[in-house]
């Protein structure tokens, strides 16, 4: 993981990852470099930057319905900050391997705390909202990866 975490990390800086290799878990694995290394705000600013000039690469259009999304950006980095501090001590590719097999690195896992048809909806794509069916906190993510 280490080589591919790397090259991962270089391709988002670099604006040049290709679109195959940017999914899910390179997102994942990205977000947990980035809240690793930078405070928890520099850290958005530049996975917001980030992915909207990795968007432009791939000719896929930022725009009220596609492209970045805020709401998705924050809460996965929300995620990512708590799995952290309940994990200090790791590098950041031990980080990215066990945030990866556990269960809050699932797809799905948005939707535990925000109804579908709202995160989907384009003010949750242009401003983070905070989620309303479960608290996003340290308590409720450690008990997520601890229960699954």
């Given at each position: 993981?280490?080589?591919?975490?790397?090259?991962?990390?270089?391709?988002?800086?670099?604006?040049?990852?290709?679109?195959?290799?940017?999914?899910?878990?390179?997102?994942?694995?990205?977000?947990?470099?980035?809240?690793?290394?930078?405070?928890?705000?520099?850290?958005?600013?530049?996975?917001?930057?980030?992915?909207i000039l990795l968007n432009d690469?791939?000719?896929?259009?930022?725009?009220?319905?596609?492209?970045?999304?805020?709401?998705?950006?924050?809460?996965?980095?929300?995620?990512?900050?708590?799995?952290?501090?309940?994990?200090?001590?790791?590098?950041?590719?031990?980080?990215?391997?066990?945030?990866?097999?556990?269960?809050?690195?699932?797809?799905?896992?948005?939707?535990?705390?925000?109804?579908?048809?709202?995160?989907?909806?384009?003010?949750?794509?242009?401003?983070?909202?905070?989620?309303?069916?479960?608290?996003?906190?340290?308590?409720?993510?450690?008990?997520?990866?601890?229960?699954?």
């Open positions: 993981m280490k080589t591919d975490l790397k090259s991962i990390v270089e391709g988002f800086e670099n604006s040049n990852l290709p679109k195959e290799k940017w999914t899910h878990e390179a997102h994942l694995a990205v977000g947990t470099w980035y809240v690793k290394k930078y405070n928890f705000h520099d850290a958005i600013i530049r996975m917001r930057m980030g992915i690469f791939h000719g896929t259009a930022n725009t009220q319905n596609s492209g970045y999304h805020e709401t998705l950006t924050v809460f996965w980095a929300k995620v990512i900050h708590f799995h952290q501090e309940f994990s200090e001590g790791f590098f950041a590719e031990e980080l990215v391997a066990e945030f990866l097999k556990s269960p809050l690195a699932s797809r799905e896992l948005p939707f535990q705390f925000y109804n579908r048809e709202a995160i989907l909806s384009t003010s949750h794509r242009a401003f983070f909202h905070e989620p309303r069916l479960k608290k996003l906190d340290f308590p409720t993510i450690r008990d997520l990866f601890k229960n699954g």
